[in-house]
């Protein structure tokens, strides 16, 4: 039976907003296992019952966090790799947006929600079918520009298990060594040779929060 909800004053001390960052918070820093309603409700300083106002179960709040990490991390790698460009080396720059912008994509969610699927069946199938999403629209990237259906897979794969080694293996680069290899990964990943228009505007989303 579902908890009768509180009051609208008790849970004006607080918000769904308020709940949702605290659970990410303990999601990315301790596991799903801290993800708990008195602890929140303690750092919250509001009582255990007005979380029933926003969610109606923990469960309820796992599959928000499940849909904030899939509208945080998947969205943008699908709409960037849609996004039109004039050669596949600038489609390729549009995908790279979201490995040099948090606001795009969470790395550390990301790691965080893939731990927890090592641990639910359930977790494990919506990552599955994530992962699936990102690299259709990138071998779908590769398509439009003339990739043929396997060699557009396996650089897709090549692209997005790279980056997503990068984060699980946590290798530490700074913006500098990460522009500094553009040219390389750009020509690895496309076949192509970058030109200097190229690697400028690279240069120029990467550092872009710094200018």
Not at 32 to 45: C, F, R, T, W
Not at 66 to 83: D, F, Q, V
Not at 176 to 204: C, K, M, N, W
Request: aromatic share 10%; glycine share 4%; proline share 3%.
């Amino acid at each position: 039976m579902t908890a009768a909800r509180p009051i609208a004053d008790q849970a004006g001390r607080s918000t769904k907003e308020d709940w949702l960052n605290r659970a990410i918070g303990a999601l990315i820093v301790d596991g799903i296992d801290h993800v708990k309603i008195q602890v929140i409700a303690k750092e919250l300083n509001v009582s255990r019952s007005s979380f029933y106002w926003y969610f109606e179960s923990l469960q309820d709040l796992h599959n928000q966090l499940l849909e904030h990490w899939l509208k945080k991390n998947t969205g943008p790698i699908i709409e960037r790799a849609m996004r039109p460009a004039p050669t596949i080396i600038r489609a390729i720059i549009n995908v790279f947006e979201c490995w040099t912008d948090e606001e795009l994509y969470d790395p550390r969610l990301d790691m965080a929600i893939r731990l927890w699927a090592r641990r639910s069946d359930a977790v494990k199938a919506v990552v599955q079918f994530a992962d699936s999403q990102r690299l259709e629209a990138v071998a779908a990237m590769y398509r439009r520009y003339g990739y043929e259906e396997e060699d557009a897979l396996i650089r897709a794969r090549v692209l997005y298990f790279t980056q997503i080694g990068h984060y699980s293996l946590e290798v530490d680069e700074d913006l500098e060594t990460r522009h500094f290899h553009v040219t390389a990964y750009l020509r690895s990943f496309s076949g192509q040779e970058p030109t200097e228009e190229d690697i400028e505007i690279s240069r120029r989303f990467t550092f872009r929060n710094q200018m």
